[in-house]
Nanobody, 124 residues
Framework: QVQLVESGGGLVQAGGSLRLVCAAS????????MGWFRQASGKEREFVAA????????GFADSVKGRFTISRDGAKNTVYLQMNSLKPEDTAVYYC?????????????????WGQGTQVTVSS
């Protein structure tokens, strides 16, 4: 079992930045691809970004390419999502997730563990 806890959400103006943090605990000795998803009110949960267990590969949704970056610190069992040039349409609850799938996983069904989410609100 792996436990994931997100932090770093909040209210920011359009054009601003936020950094989300996902702290993993439990059976973190296994190798996991880590992902970020988001769910806006009334919408389906959608893929945002992912990073392989060694940080060697990353993947992003088209809507966030060039604005968001993902990184991880293996020693701290932590994954980061740096969000720049935020837009009102980025407003959502952001979830951290972990999967044993090898490579970049973009479907929520591929993920085995989920955090509780952190709210990001971007005002215009």
């Amino acid at each position: 079992q792996v436990q994931l806890v997100e932090s770093g959400g909040g209210l920011v103006q359009a054009g601003g930045s936020l950094r989300l943090v996902c702290a993993a605990s439990g059976r973190t000795s296994r190798t996991y691809t880590m992902g970020w998803f988001r769910q806006a009110s009334g919408k389906e949960r959608e893929f945002v970004a992912a990073i392989t267990w060694n940080g060697g590969s990353t993947g992003f949704a088209d809507s966030v390419k060039g604005r968001f970056t993902i990184s991880r610190d293996g020693a701290k069992n932590t994954v980061y999502l740096q969000m720049n040039s935020l837009k009102p349409e980025d407003t959502a609850v952001y979830y951290c997730a972990a999967t044993t799938t090898i490579g970049i996983a973009t479907f929520k069904a591929q993920y085995d563990y989920w955090g509780q989410g952190t709210q990001v609100t971007v005002s215009s």
